[in-house]
């Protein structure tokens, strides 16, 4: 066994040229590579008819497996084995996997938030609405093709193109939620929001129940500073999806960037953070960075004491960054 392992210890260190670097830039070009691989695994993953929470386990197992990765390198760069491989014959190393750690977590954590950066795919994949219902897709073969052309389209960001053959799909089907659904979204990426809301409600007119467009409406509602219908919105979906962390993440950047509330903003930030967590959900560093605006915030108004409240009550340390 012990000369397995200095076999594969080796093999790592040839691979990752541990000796060649120094410093951060060999802990950014070992990021850098395994951000690579974990990023092509998510761009994988399929979404199509998928639940958002299996979405988001498969999501957090490719960001694992490259994790398990990263603490082992890690640790091989730490001890310094190019230097040492000629003059001792094993060598102890331990892997922390125990997921609840605050060990593995640091490593997975990095992980993650680099994803999050440098990984464009990622938030594709996390945001994908693509859950079917009776009105969502075409019966009719003309009309799905249509709606595919537009949405190549729509991967190429030619939103004006895609909206003529959402457009003509409908006039081909009329009950077809998905397009006006996806009419709404390329109206969104255009800043027209008065007509994106228009698409959405038309697509709701068809689909009472229909998250994703629930869901983008309330977005639309607040780029066209309509708060209060965005917040509406959010507490719509609630009651159809009361699990989904999006809901209290809209409302609380809602009131947070928009209306200063911070309070209510951290409620609400509180609650989409721990869902997040407990669906695995890399989105999870976006509500820790508006828990952190808010921070800093209320630390202006001497608010602090009662930022601290909001967190216990939520079951969230201080040192939320680490919490499980």
Known sequence: ???????????????????????DKKTNSLLTDLADKGCKCIDSIETYNVEKKDISISISNCIDKQTRTYQMISKIRELDLPGKLGTQNSFNIYINDDKKSEEYKGY????ERY??????????????????????VSKNPKAMKLYSKGVDEVKKENYIKAITYFQKALKTDSLFAFAWDNIGLCN??????????????????????????????????KYNKEFDKAISSYERLRELDKDNPEVYYGIGETYTLY???????????????????????????DAEKIVTMIYTEMKK??????????LKDNNISPDFKNDN
Not at 301 to 307: I, M, N, S, T
């Open 259 to 285: 209306l200063k509330d911070y309070e209510k903003g951290l409620e609400n930030m509180c609650k989409a953070y721990n869902l997040y967590l407990k669906q695995k959900s890399p989105y999870r560093v």
């Open 188 to 221: 969104r990426k255009l800043n027209r929001y008065e007509e994106a809301i228009y698409a959405y409600n038309k697509s709701l007119d068809l689909d009472a129940l229909g998250i994703m467009p629930l869901q983008n409406i309330a977005v639309a509602y």
């Open 108 to 111: 997975y954590y990095e992980m």
């Open 1 to 23: 066994m012990k000369k397995l392992l200095l076999c594969i210890l080796t093999l790592c260190i040839g691979f990752y040229g541990i000796s060649q670097e120094k410093g």
């Open 301 to 310: 108004l001497d608010k602090v004491e009662r930022f601290n409240e909001i």
């Open 115 to 136: 994803l999050m950066e440098k990984c464009p795919v990622l938030k594709r994949k996390i945001g994908a609405s693509d859950l079917e219902n009776y009105y969502s």
